[in-house]
Nanobody, 121 residues
């Protein structure tokens, strides 16, 4: 089964940067059709942060537009979220969600386990 493993979360100061990674594994050949990054604060609704399609089209929530960049590298089966100019309001658990094609299963959605991003003021 395809699994997504996220990493890169950390405690950073406001204004700092982080790059989150979302590595897909479990199939010898896979294509990341779409990648979405979500974030969730305990007790609050999960929100969609950024998306990217296989064509490279990106979309960002207004709260992160101009600061975050989503990308994928199919050769590495990895998605990224580059986070710059971090604000305390960005503090959350970040989850990647990817639609991934494999020869065995076709296209399916998968979720990462989440990685904690904490931005101190």
């Amino acid at each position: 089964q395809v699994q997504l493993v996220e990493s890169g979360g950390a405690l950073v100061q406001a204004g700092g940067s982080l790059r989150l990674s979302c590595v897909a594994s479990g199939a010898s050949w896979m294509i990341i059709n779409t990648l979405a990054w979500h974030r969730q604060v305990p007790g609050k609704q999960r929100e969609l942060v950024a998306t990217i399609t296989s064509r490279g089209s990106t979309n960002y929530d207004d709260s992160v537009k101009g600061r975050f960049t989503v990308s994928t590298d199919n050769a590495k089966n990895t998605g990224y979220l580059q986070m710059n100019s971090l604000k305390p309001e960005d503090t959350a658990v970040y989850y990647c969600e990817a639609n991934i094609w494999t020869p065995a299963t076709g296209s399916q959605y998968y979720w990462g386990q989440g990685t904690q991003v904490t931005v101190s003021s």
